[in-house]
């Protein structure tokens, strides 16, 4: 049997070259980066909601599993540079800087996941113009190293406002899907803010909070436990306070139904997910239908989120849409079963 092609190391690749080798199938698993991990471990995620345990015990326990395993052959700083129907699976070429190599594999799963949206598109948030308007992928940097510091002045802010759906259910950005998780990571943050920093307050401005199933506990115990303050309504701009220091939160609370201007040390901007370049480039290698987000769209979306279609091809994680890390290493795990049992028919 030719080896399996698994694209993209993030969780759900990882999670599919795992078991695969578990299967006893030879897996080639092509990473872009230079390291294993995905965006958990290029942003450098602290805690992961909702049960607040160390991003890189979860991740890393991944990554050392996969790193550990002969069976899984892997290429780093690789991408795929073209992909043709062979007479059973593909015949694949993979580029680094300096090589081009042409392999036969039997079967693709396509794990390449999204984006975080570009805050700088949102101008009227002022990210990339006040220092002190942050995404919160910087944010989690920041709680990662224990150093939550306001990148003007280094000083621990007293009043932090995250900003919710940032690139996300924004039909001006041509944006208008949910991203799922930005609600539950930003409340995260919040809850570990005042866990190191009590002193400091913590608003969350929001259209409507989407802690889904279980995640739900977390938005209750946020206000209930760690004093983190909810306001419904939507900022429509951020400019510099007067006598400068600060940043003003002008906006709307619609509860309240009345202006609201808010003076704080810092903004946190909770971006949205996107398709990823891996994505889009896949789509068009390998001629994957997408949906009008840009994600990969699998064949039977409700009953099987794991077959695109067409002979031989696989789609996992958030590739496909936006996803939750135990989700996308569940797909990931489906995706590869599917892709064994393809490569033996």
Not at 208 to 231: A, C, H, N, P
Request: glycine share 10%.
């Amino acid at each position: 049997m030719n080896p399996i092609l698994v694209l993209g190391a993030g969780p759900a690749g990882l999670s599919a070259a795992s078991e695969l080798a578990s299967l006893g199938a030879p897996t080639i698993l092509v990473e872009r980066e230079s390291f294993l991990g995905g965006n958990p471990i290029r942003w450098h995620y602290s805690l992961l909601a909702p049960d607040l345990k160390p991003a890189e015990e979860v991740i890393g326990a991944l990554v050392k599993k996969v790193q550990a395993d002969a069976r899984i052959e892997r290429h780093l700083s690789t991408t795929l540079e073209k992909a043709e129907v062979g007479a059973k699976g593909y015949r694949v070429t993979l580029k680094t800087a300096d090589t081009s190599e042409i392999r036969d594999v039997s079967a693709v799963v396509l794990a390449t996941g999204f984006d975080h949206f570009d805050s700088r598109r949102k101008y009227e948030y002022g990210y990339g113009r006040f220092p002190d308007v942050i995404d919160f992928k910087e944010f989690e940097l920041m709680l990662h190293e224990n150093k939550v510091v306001r990148p003007s002045d280094g000083r621990v802010p007293q009043r932090i406002a995250w900003i919710l759906c940032v690139g996300s259910r924004d039909v001006q950005v041509g944006n208008p899907w949910c991203c799922r998780l930005g609600c539950a990571v930003s409340i995260k943050q919040a809850v570990e803010v005042r866990q190191k920093h009590p002193e400091v307050d913590a608003y969350v401005y929001y259209m409507d909070i989407r802690t889904y199933g279980l995640w739900e506990d977390l938005y209750w115990k946020s206000m209930q436990e760690y004093g983190v303050k909810f306001i419904r309504g939507r900022i429509g701009a951020v400019t510099p306070a007067e006598g400068g220091g600060r940043l003003l939160a002008t906006g709307e609370d619609t509860i309240l139904s009345r202006p609201t201007e808010v003076p704080f040390d810092m903004i946190v901007l909770a971006s949205g997910m996107e398709p990823s370049a891996g994505t889009k480039q896949v789509a068009a290698l390998f001629g994957v239908p997408v949906g009008p987000e840009g994600f990969l769209t699998p064949q039977l979306t409700d009953l099987n989120p794991v077959d695109s279609g067409l002979p031989g091809l696989f789609l996992a994680g958030a590739a496909t849409g936006p996803k939750a890390i135990p989700d996308a290493v569940t797909e990931g795990m489906g995706a590869a079963l599917r892709a064994f049992q393809y490569a033996r028919s």
